[in-house]
């Protein structure tokens, strides 16, 4: 199983990145995914997450407006569109696969894929 995430890269604020989680080696449309994001000294935040079947969406309070997820299952991705950064967006991002559970639960997520590093800042 492997989940790559990609994307990420330096932005001045107000700017936007589309990151992409491509996955590979699972049964795609059967897990939820989720976006988590890590800056430096603080915990892993569940960013935003979409559902494996409806494709309910979640997000947390800060980024509702300015990110949205989707996914493809034809094509085993799932996409972070990112608007509207802030300083305070700046981490490592990461996607999250989850077999069930409440796709917004974050102690579902049990497999995981490297980083990619958002970077907002003038």
């Known amino acids: 199983v492997q989940l790559q995430a990609s994307g990420g890269g330096l932005v001045q604020p107000g700017g936007c990145l589309r990151l992409?989680?491509?996955?590979?080696?699972?049964?795609?449309?059967?897990?939820?995914i989720g976006w988590f994001r890590q800056a430096p000294g603080k915990e892993r935040e569940l960013v935003a997450a979409i559902s494996r079947s409806s494709g309910s969406a979640y997000y947390a309070d800060s980024m509702k407006g300015r990110f949205t997820i989707s996914r493809d299952n034809a094509k085993n991705t799932v996409l972070l569109q990112m608007n509207t950064l802030k300083p305070e967006d700046t981490a490592v991002y990461y996607c999250?696969?989850?077999?069930?559970?409440?796709?917004?639960?974050?102690?579902?997520?049990?497999?995981w894929g490297q980083g990619t590093l958002v970077t907002v800042s003038s």
């Open positions: 992409s989680c491509a996955a590979s080696g699972l049964t795609f449309s059967m897990y939820h």
């Open positions: 999250g696969a989850a077999r069930g559970g409440l796709f917004y639960n974050t102690r579902q997520y049990d497999l």
